[in-house]
């Protein structure tokens, strides 16, 4: 006759259920409270980009896709951890594959796994030269900045110029990821208001009874006239002589300027050109800058040699060597000197 059934094996059978269920509950739980996560540096190489304004989790995933970090929630985990989800920056970063989290989260913020692009932009370029240059040693079109060139508003130019020539300062720049056109074009001008503010350009204009945009139109002709640094100071003096005492300026560079031409040679006829930057016919100082100048060439500007020179020439442009005089005798003479380098007879 048979009797009650052992109560054991059905305790075993759902002490086994709720094992199940509870192991089931882990491998879905799992993910979330231990994602996914790499063992050590890693190894061999892979390049990411980071776009601007990009969060952990997105950055993240950037990882995981890459390769970087076995999860995004590992690598976001660990920035959380260590209160980092705010100080991720932009940019293209030298990463290796197979990183644990906290290897790579490490790795974003050394300084050199960051691969920073920048472009050189050297003194006296005129602007569409200036805009070709950016373009050939960035990612950007020219058509964009052309547009963004002459949008006054977001350029943030002073209130005193007329366009953005000579209000891009020369200096060398960071392309990071997302860098557009306008950003870098403002990053430019705010540059030069850092550099006008330090060497107090607009007070010290009115004490030389200039405009800022004077000032600076000053500084850019000194740039274009080229020779050496010690040189720009005297350029200056000469342009207040000739101003001063009512004889045109004389100068081909803002001929030049007019005809968006580079040479040494300008003919009589070149100076007869009608332009309010020809300052054969035009006494004073063209409308606005010539070229984008630098801080020493803004710096000759304000604060100028003391001297008598009328005069100068750069009678060996390959070596810039400028040679100033205020006797015509003289200036006849360093034009021939010119004219021999230039193989004029």
């Given amino acids: 006759m048979s009797g009650p059934r052992p ?23 799992r993910p979330y409270l231990a994602p996914a996560d790499f063992e050590g540096p890693g190894s061999g190489a892979v390049v990411v980009e980071i776009p601007r304004g990009a969060s952990a989790a997105e950055i993240g ?19 959380e951890e260590q209160d980092r989800t705010d100080t991720l920056h932009p940019g293209r970063f030298r990463m290796r594959r197979g990183m644990e989290a906290a290897a790579a989260l490490d790795l974003l913020a050394a300084p050199g796994s960051r691969m920073v692009r920048t472009v050189t932009i050297p003194e006296g370029l005129r602007l569409p030269e200036l805009l070709d240059r950016l373009a050939e040693d960035t990612d950007l079109r020219r058509a964009d900045l052309v547009r963004a060139a002459a949008d006054e508003q977001t350029l943030g130019l002073p209130r005193y110029a007329r366009s953005a020539e000579g209000f891009l300062f020369p200096a060398t720049y960071e392309i990071e990821a997302g860098t557009t056109a306008p950003g870098l074009l403002a990053a430019m001008v705010e540059r030069y208001k850092q550099v006008a503010e330090a060497i107090d350009l607009e007070d010290r204009a009115e004490r030389r009874r200039l405009t800022p945009l004077q000032a600076v139109t000053v500084a850019s002709i000194v740039q274009a006239e080229g020779g050496r640094d010690p040189d720009y100071p005297k350029i200056a003096r000469v342009i207040y002589n000739r101003i001063r005492a009512g004889t045109p300026l004389q100068l081909d560079t803002t001929v030049l300027y007019a005809q968006r031409r580079r040479t040494l040679e300008v003919s009589q006829k070149d100076t007869e050109m ?29 604060q100028p040699d003391q001297g008598d020179w009328f005069w100068f020439v750069t009678t060996n442009p390959e070596h810039r060597i400028t040679k100033f005089t205020d006797k015509e005798s003289e200036f006849v003479r360093y034009r021939e000197q010119l004219n021999r380098y230039l193989g004029k007879r």
């Fill in 7 to 29: 109560m054991w094996p059905l305790l075993a059978g759902a002490g086994a259920l709720v094992v199940a269920a509870g192991a089931a509950g882990l491998i879905v739980v």
């Fill in 61 to 79: 995933r950037t990882l995981a896709d890459a390769g970087v970090v076995a999860s995004a929630r590992a690598f976001v985990r660990r920035a």
């Fill in 274 to 302: 009608r332009s309010p930057y020809n300052t054969y016919l035009r006494p004073g100082l063209p409308p606005g800058p010539i070229a984008n100048p630098g801080e020493k060439a803004l710096i000759a500007a304000l």
